[in-house]
């Protein structure tokens, strides 16, 4: 696995949204679904506000890789789950609140729910 340069995570990290596009069994990408982003340290988290029967989120759960776009970066990546209990949680649901602090509360809680929370998943760079 790769390692983001501090100019993408800049970029990503400024971008209102990201889309993500999981890849089929066949390599093919599937339609992209534009998604939230946080970043943490050098890290980019993405939930899915269905939980894990998202559409979209179970797309990653067949190969765990596929492609990003956000603030003029394309990436293949690896999608990591995360563990809702670890700590790291606590910090991604502020990184949120922070980064999307302008909408509703309602709509920002959609990724803050025990659901959305199981389904994160940190995207590693994929070999480039």
């Keep these: 696995m790769g390692e983001w340069t501090s100019e993408e995570l800049s970029k990503i990290e400024v971008a209102e949204e990201l889309t993500i596009a999981s890849m089929r069994g066949d390599g093919t990408l599937r339609k992209p679904v534009t998604i939230w982003v946080v ?31 956000a603030g003029g970066v394309t990436k293949d990546v690896a999608f990591v789950s995360v563990d809702p209990a670890d700590r790291v949680g606590n910090e991604i649901d502020a990184a949120y609140r922070a980064k999307y602090r302008r909408y509703p509360a309602g709509i920002v809680n959609t990724v803050l729910t025990p659901e959305a929370r199981a389904a994160t998943l940190e995207l590693v760079p994929n070999g480039q």
């Design 39 to 69: 970043r943490l340290g050098d890290q980019l988290y993405v939930r899915s506000v269905n939980g894990l029967q998202g559409a979209w989120f179970r797309g990653t759960q067949a190969r765990r890789l596929g492609q990003i776009r």
